[in-house]
């Protein structure tokens, strides 16, 4: 969401000062993601063994609900008026994105079929989750190995105007943390941006 709020700044007239001069994204859902949708899903799923535990279970719905959800929903109306504006000119728009997603196209069918099959014909909470998670899991590119980094697809990431795209093999959690090997999946693209020279 962090580069979606810097981008919002430099592209709104009404707030821009002429302060940047290099706008560098780093796995950015530019165009939403599709997991924005099943957000209070994935809250509930976190906090299953809290069942005795309203209190809890009612905070994670809420979180699941809030204000960054809707925004990053595809189509969303922050999404649509971002989206609807141009580069700020002036400005190096350069994007990496990641593409160590979890499972292959292949994968993503037979995960979709186990899920299905686990939650059967049952009608509880449990089972109408993981019909869900099946559907999500089947359709969304976020999970696609080669097209997502488990949160953001790379067609998401894309922005039309940007000076520079590239794409490395890290997830979202991984690509600007630091490895077993000791380095920083995005440092090296950062650092070429940071020093590139200006168009």
């Known amino acids: 969401m962090g580069g979606l709020v810097a981008r919002a700044h430099v592209e709104d007239d009404r707030r821009y000062r002429g302060d940047v001069e290099r706008l560098l994204q780093v796995a950015p859902p530019n165009h939403g993601s599709d997991l924005a949708r099943v957000r209070v899903l ?21 979180d699941g609900l809030g204000q960054a959800g809707d925004d990053l929903t595809p189509g969303s109306a922050f999404l649509e008026r971002l989206n609807a504006g ?28 186990r899920l299905t099959s686990m939650a059967g014909t049952d009608t509880t909470l449990r089972a109408a989750l993981l019909r869900r998670a099946a559907d999500e899991v089947a359709q969304h590119e976020e999970f696609r190995h080669g097209v997502g980094d488990l949160a953001v697809s790379t067609r998401s990431a ?24 000791g380095t920083i999946p995005c440092l090296p693209f950062l650092l070429r941006e940071l020093t590139a020279e200006r168009e």
């Not at 809250?43 to 809420?62: Q, Y």
């Not at 105007?161 to 943390?177: K, P, S, V, W």
């Open 86 to 113: 141009g580069r700020r000119a002036g400005v190096r728009y350069a994007i990496l994105a990641g593409t160590r997603g979890l499972l292959t196209e292949e994968e993503a069918r037979a995960w979709s079929g």
């Open 42 to 62: 994935l809250e509930l799923w976190e906090h299953r063994d809290a069942r005795e535990d309203t209190g809890r279970v009612a905070a994670s719905i809420g």
């Open 158 to 181: 894309r922005l039309e105007g940007a000076h520079a795209y590239e794409e490395i093999d890290a997830t979202h959690l991984t690509i600007d943390r630091r490895g077993a090997d």
